[in-house]
Structures are given as structure tokens and as C-alpha cells.
């Protein structure tokens, strides 16, 4: 099924290339619809009107308004120009899935495609006006001619003034977006395609994105209850995921059935899943990025689960266990997840407002370095190792421990070294802790009983006025609670 064999390829969205190889029609058995005007007539009429209201999170527009105020003050005499994206297409008119960016979604609330917010600097502000491409609907060509608003293809979709009603913002069709063309000066964020700043003359500005990032960083009251749904529709996720173990080893299903587990638990209680989820048995624990999920459920392995729903308002969890498949840690098992266990600990002593970024990092890397010395893994001492010129714990933890949290899932990836790793914590950020430890199969070093295990920890924690509170404390961290937990899923409890 596709909108070439409605035939209309009119042009603005038939896939580039694609016209040049179609059979010419005309002529043919196979006429343009488009061109008929017995089928264009009769295609216009006799629909009945569909209400398609907007689907937008309670409190998203407010929430947008107040990020727009705080972006304005930050820019008080610039045009600001940020995109919602497009969908790259897959093939012909089917196209991976739409993701709205992120940025455009903390200035706007909205998640509609090939969108774009524009902010223009007036006295005491910016005035911001939202372009949407409008739905096709009855009556007009594109209705059943084209695959990305039509309203026959993609069903019945809000228009420009439900959204202006909803967002309590100025909304207006694309095609006037060529009114920000001459704005003198008018800077454009990383989401704006380069087509678009070359036909509207922006400038591609990286401040504005290190803004955007660094503004990002502190979450508001809204923004943390959005996040508090995605941890505790993971955290359940979880739960779904684990008491499928038993059929995945049973049935030979895999690593895929519980990765598939998770996905379809995320795209229904939220979005989708944050990122790729990882679900790694055995040997495939230890890597890192395990999303190819194409092994088997080992028995009598550690099992490492991965995975963040997204909210239906685009903000990510991002959690990590590693279970006992059986609901019993070996003992090798059990020493690798005591020892992560207390590198977490320490990381997540290290939370408060005030405390350098970076404390919890160097506060579980004290202990992981200390434990591998303790197992004989280290080639030098403790603190040879911990030194900047030395490094050689984390042979067996080269990623690192722990990142900023919300609409992504390495939120604020914008800010600079100085702003991020090298700021102090504020209250309302919100950041994952996950140290682990990650012994390969085909690593010489590591002593044989400990190949093939990987261990990570992660939990999502806000920095409080006092401390923090770990957002995904529904999950056990230590062994004994994690085995207790494991087998109330498997349903040995
Ligand atoms: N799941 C990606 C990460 O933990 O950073
Ligand atoms: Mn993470
Ligand atoms: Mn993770």
C-alpha cells in the first residue's frame, strides 16, 4: 500500500528519486487519480466532519510557556527559530518513526511534524508564533493524495486553530513561515533542516543550542511529575519483563521476547521506549549497548535488563538490574553485584546540591578500583590506577556512570565540559547513577569463574533542596532484594 499507487505524486512529498523510476502513467490502464475529475469530485463529498482533538499532556502548555519565558530572557533582542524535525524516510512513502525533537518540545509542548516555533524579540519578550503543516481534509487533493497529512492516510488530525486553542499560542500554516525570511540576524537551533536555513537565511547558531541544554538541565514541578510517570511505568515494566523469563528460556524465545516484553509495555503505557532496549544474557551482559537481543535466556545466568518507557510527553527513566535468570546469584554473581552494589552506594552518597558533577563519578570509581585491586585485577596500586595518567579499572567499565535525565535520555548532551561535568548539582536536576562491571568472555585478565558476567546498576534520582530521592527506588538494589523481587515475578517467592 503505498501513495504512488493512488497515484498522485504531487510533487512536495513524493520521495526524491522515486518519480524518475514510476512507469509513466499516462496514457496507461493506470490513470492519476488526481487528474480525474469524475473521481476527484466524487472523493471530495459525502464525509462526515471527524473531531480530532489534541492529545497533549495536562499542564504541557503551561509547562512550554514558562520554558519560552526563560529561553527569552536569555536572548532578548534575537529571532529564534527551532523545528520539530522530520521522519527520514525508510522507502518510497514509508518513513521511520516520527520522533518530535526535544528541544522543540520543552519550547512548545507540541509533537507535530515538519513544525516549527519562531520567536520574535519585542520589548519585555519574544512573541512566538508556532507553523504547522495543516491536515489535509475533504475536499482538498492532498486528502487522499498525500501519505504525511492526509487525512484518508493518517486519519483525522487537529487543525491550526485547535492548536492555537490548546497551546494558547499564535498558530499558523508552513507555508508563512516565508514571513521569517530578512529577519535580520535570526538564529536557528540544530532541530531547523539546512534547507530551511538556507531558504529562510538563518544562521545555525550553537549558543542557542548550549542555551537550550543548559536550561534544560534544571527540571521544573511539571517536568519532574513527567518523570516520575516514566519511572514508575518502567519500574513495572520491570515486573512484566521479568515474568516472562520463564517462557523466553522455555520456549527458546530469547533475549528478543523480553526486549519485545519491554517495547510493547512502553508504547503502551507511554510513548515507547526512551532508547534501545538492552537485554543481555550471559556473555552479552557485558556489552555495553546490547540491543541486538539475538541470544538465547540462559538458564542459570546473570541477565542484564535495560530500559525507560518515554511518557506520552516525551520524558524518559532510564533504569538498569541485573537479575538472576533462576532467581538465585552464583556465587561469582553475587560478589560482582555486591561490589557494584557499593559503588553505587557511594556515587549516589555523593548527590546534593553544591557537590561538584563529578563526586559521584570519582566515589564509585574508589571502590571499583579498590575491588578489582582486592581480586588481584589490577596491573598497579589503587592509586596508581585512580590517577589521570593510569585508568586501568575501568578496562572493565569504559563507559560512563551516570548523565542528565528528561525529554532524552543523555539529556543536555549541548552543554560544554564547564556547564555539565564540570558545574556544580542544583536542586531539580535530575540524573542517572550506574556504575557496573563488565567482565567479557574473551578477557584474559579476568580470572575464568568471572568471564561472561556483566553487572550494571542504575537508578534515576532528583537532587533535592537537601539531598536527592531516587526516583526508582520501587526496585531493589542489593542482591538478596533483588532476588527477592526476582522471584516474586517468576512466582517462586
Ligand atoms: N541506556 C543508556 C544509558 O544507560 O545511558
Ligand atoms: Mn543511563
Ligand atoms: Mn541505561
Known amino acids: 500500500m503505498n501513495a504512488a499507487n493512488t497515484d498522485m505524486a504531487t510533487g512536495a512529498d513524493a ?25 476527484t469530485d466524487f472523493i471530495a463529498k459525502g464525509w462526515q466532519d471527524v473531531d480530532a482533538p489534541v492529545a497533549l499532556t495536562e499542564g504541557a502548555a ?14 532578548a533582542t534575537s529571532t529564534i527559530v527551532v523545528s520539530s524535525g522530520v521522519a ?9 518513526g516520527f520522533r518530535a525533537n526535544s528541544d522543540f518540545v520543552w519550547l512548545t509542548g507540541c ?11 519585542v520589548p519585555g519578550g519574544h512573541d512566538a508564533t508556532l507553523y504547522l503543516p495543516a491536515p489535509f481534509r475533504p475536499g482538498e487533493a492532498g486528502f487522499f493524495s498525500d501519505a504525511n497529512h492526509g487525512e484518508l492516510w493518517v486519519g483525522a488530525s487537529p487543525g491550526i486553530g ?27 537551533s540544530a532541530s531547523v533542516s539546512a534547507s530551511t536555513i538556507e531558504a529562510l537565511s538563518l544562521l545555525r547558531s550553537p549558543d542557542l543550542d548550549r542555551e537550550l541544554s543548559n536550561l534544560r538541565m534544571v527540571k521544573d514541578e511539571w517536568e519532574i511529575a513527567q518523570l516520575r510517570r516514566a519511572v514508575y511505568d518502567t519500574v513495572s515494566g520491570f515486573a512484566a519483563v521479568v515474568s516472562e523469563v520463564p517462557r523466553a528460556i522455555e520456549d527458546g524465545l530469547g533475549e528478543r521476547w523480553l526486549q519485545g516484553t519491554f517495547d510493547r509495555h512502553a508504547r503502551t503505557f507511554g510513548n515507547g521506549p526512551g532508547y534501545s532496549t538492552i537485554v543481555g544474557s550471559g556473555p552479552h551482559a557485558p556489552i555495553l549497548h546490547w540491543v541486538r537481543c539475538d541470544g538465547p535466556v540462559l538458564p542459570d545466568a546473570a541477565l542484564l535488563l535495560d ?6 510527553s516525551l520524558y524518559t527513566a532510564d533504569v538498569t538490574r541485573t537479575i538472576p535468570a533462576s532467581g538465585t546469584f552464583s556465587a561469582e554473581q553475587r560478589a560482582a553485584h555486591d561490589l557494584v552494589e557499593k559503588a553505587h552506594r557511594a556515587g549516589m552518597a555523593q548527590i546534593r546540591p553544591g557537590v561538584p558533577y563529578l563526586d559521584f563519578h570519582f566515589a ?5 578500583a579498590q575491588g578489582l585491586h582486592d581480586w588481584g585485577m589490577l596491573p598497579v596500586s589503587v592509586d596508581e590506577a585512580l590517577s589521570p595518567e593510569g585508568q586501568q579499572h575501568r578496562r572493565y567499565l569504559a563507559c560512563g556512570v551516570g548523565h542528565h535525565l528528561g525529554l532524552d535520555v543523555h539529556d543536555c548532551s549541548h552543554s560544554p565540559y564547564e556547564e555539565y561535568m564540570g558545574a556544580d548539582l542544583e536542586a531539580g536536576v535530575v540524573m542517572t547513577v550506574e556504575p557496573g562491571l563488565y567482565f567479557h568472555a574473551n578477557d584474559e585478565t579476568v580470572p575464568p569463574e568471572l568471564r561472561g558476567i556483566g553487572v550494571r546498576l542504575e537508578d534515576d534520582l532528583l537532587v533535592t533542596d537537601d539531598g ?26
Not at 20 to 35: C, F, H, I, N
Not at 90 to 96: A, E, L, M, P, V
Not at 364 to 368: K, N
Open 88 to 96: 527520514p524516510v525508510r522507502n518510497d512513502d514509508c518513513n521511520y
Open 15 to 39: 520521495p526524491t528519486g522515486a518519480a524518475s523510476v514510476r512507469p509513466p502513467y499516462a496514457g496507461t490502464r493506470y490513470p492519476k487519480l488526481a487528474t480525474i475529475p469524475a473521481f
Open 364 to 368: 564509585a570509581m574508589e571502590v571499583i
Open 468 to 493: 536527592h530521592e531516587v526516583l526508582s527506588d520501587g526496585l531493589p538494589i542489593d542482591a538478596d532484594g533483588v532476588e527477592r523481587w526476582t522471584r516474586e515475578q517468576l512466582g517462586r517467592a
Open 307 to 312: 530500559m525507560g518507557v518515554e511518557t506520552n
Open 162 to 188: 485547535q492548536w492555537a486553542e490548546a497551546l494558547q499560542l499564535e498558530v499558523r500554516a508552513t507555508p508563512e513561515l516565508t514571513v521569517v525570511r530578512g529577519a535580520r540576524g535570526a538564529l536557528a
Open 62 to 75: 503551561a509547562a512550554a510557556a514558562a520554558h519560552r519565558a526563560r529561553l527569552s530572557a536569555r536572548f
Open 111 to 121: 509533537q507535530v511534524e515538519g513544525a516549527t516555533l519562531v520567536m520574535h524579540p
